[in-house]
């Protein structure tokens, strides 16, 4: 069992800056890609940024040159740093890590955060 636990959400105005954490534990043997993805009300989930186990990185065109998405190998951990934030950054973010997970047999897992909100006012 893999478990993300996701922090930094919270209220902010526009124009200003959140950071987003997410730490995955458990039996973890090798991380892959991992992501952030988000939900606003009444639309559908969607990328906002991934990178690779190598660093290389994918953003959505809405958050290119706002958003930067991080990691650190050592701490199973993914960052989203978050500048110039719009109302309609407005959504739950959710975090996603895929990998495989320790032990004899090492099997593939996607697992997901509860996700954390983030609230930008006008």
């Known amino acids: 069992q893999v478990q993300l636990v996701e922090s930094g959400g919270g209220l902010v105005q526009a124009g200003g800056s959140l950071r987003l954490s997410c730490a995955a534990s458990g039996s973890i043997f090798w991380t892959n890609d991992m992501g952030w993805y988000r939900q606003a009300p009444g639309k559908q989930r969607e990328l906002v940024a991934s990178?690779?186990?190598?660093?290389?990185?994918n953003y959505a065109d809405s958050v290119k040159g706002r958003f930067t998405i991080s990691r650190t190998n050592a701490k199973n951990t993914v960052y989203l740093q978050m500048n110039s934030l719009k109302p309609e950054d407005t959504a739950v973010y959710y975090c996603?890590?895929?990998?495989?997970?320790?032990?004899?047999?090492?099997?593939?897992?996607?697992?997901w955060g509860q996700g954390t909100q983030v609230t930008v006012s006008s």
């Open positions: 990178i690779t186990s190598g660093g290389s990185t």
């Open positions: 996603n890590v895929q990998g495989y997970s320790g032990g004899l047999s090492p099997k593939r897992f996607d697992s």
